[in-house]
């Protein structure tokens, strides 16, 4: 079984969130941040195969 954590910042919710929506397999755009930081749980986590194309803007 799984264990949780039971304490968590509303961010750290937000990337959760965010990097459950990534597929294994994906191309996804990614902005710096808290996207960047979603994108890097998913490809640590599940989602080893999904391309990353990272936007850092000008």
Do not use: Q
């Not at 039971?6 to 965010?18: F, I, N, Q, T």
């Not at 994108?39 to 999904?50: C, I, L, R």
Request: aromatic letters at 10%.
């Amino acid at each position: 079984m799984s264990e949780y954590a039971k304490d968590y910042s509303l961010p750290e919710l937000m990337a959760a969130s965010v990097a459950r929506e990534i597929n294994d397999g994906e191309l996804c755009f990614i902005g710096v941040g808290m996207p960047l930081m979603a994108a890097t749980v998913a490809k640590f986590t599940h989602a080893p195969n999904f391309n990353m194309m990272v936007e850092y803007g000008a």
